[in-house]
């Protein structure tokens, strides 16, 4: 059984990008910097993105940052990253974030869309892709979304064509309105949720509806 509601707005995903430091060996194979920033500039001289860090350490191919606080410069946009650890693959530009991940993501109409997890947050930018894992809440002005886990699918060039899949004991809420399912799929380009798996939909309606009091 499916259920298909229409909602307002639409979800974004930026990207992570590989970084590279020099640093002070602490052994053979590792480096530690602290107080960690690193930017990246485009042709056009513009920033393209930044990651800072109270410390990296960097391990032949991967650098682990704590406290990590990153933004990614898109077109008129600005998208924020934060965690207290991160680890960063720099052959794929892999990113996988713990305890305390938020990310914040501008819609359209230039609102905030903030998703937080416990984590980890996997970060699969060539995939086209990011996982949130444990206590997922996706919060934008129109609704509040809460799972188990959730996958987002995104197109860095064309927002329209985001989708995301929640997982596990879903729960949308959107003003005095609730709907619970087994998984929901949201569909940017359409602008609509999918609740599928035991759908349930909890409707008050306004005075004036049921009453025609106006």
């Known amino acids: 059984m499916k259920m298909i509601l229409s909602v307002v707005g639409v979800w974004y995903m930026g990207v ?13 194979s590792q480096q530690k910097i602290k107080d960690f920033y690193l930017s990246n500039l485009k042709q056009d001289g513009s920033k393209d993105w930044e990651v800072k860090g109270n410390e990296a350490i960097m391990r032949n191919q991967y650098v682990d940052i704590s406290k990590m606080e990153a933004k990614y410069f898109a077109s008129n946009d600005t998208i924020f990253v934060r965690s207290e650890q991160a680890t960063l693959d720099k052959t794929n530009m892999n990113a996988d974030l713990r305890d305390n991940v938020e990310l914040k993501i501008p819609d359209k109409e230039g609102n905030y869309i903030t998703i937080n997890c416990t984590g980890p947050l996997e970060m699969r ?11 997922v809440v996706v919060n934008n002005p129109q609704a509040k979304l809460f799972s188990d886990k959730a996958t ?3 197109d860095a060039k064309d927002k329209k064509k985001m989708k995301i899949v929640a997982e596990g004991h879903v729960k949308i809420v959107k003003d005095d309105n609730v709907a619970f399912a087994d998984r929901a799929i949201y569909m940017g380009e359409d602008k609509q949720v999918i609740l599928e798996g035991n759908p349930r939909l909890i409707y008050f309606s306004k005075k004036n509806e049921t009453t025609g009091d106006k």
Not at 16 to 28: I, K
Request: charged share 15%; glycine share 4%.
């Open 125 to 135: 930018y060539n995939e086209g892709k990011a996982i949130f894992y444990d206590n």
């Open 16 to 28: 992570w990008l590989s970084l590279s430091a020099a640093a002070q060996p602490v052994d053979a």
């Open 152 to 154: 987002v699918f995104f």
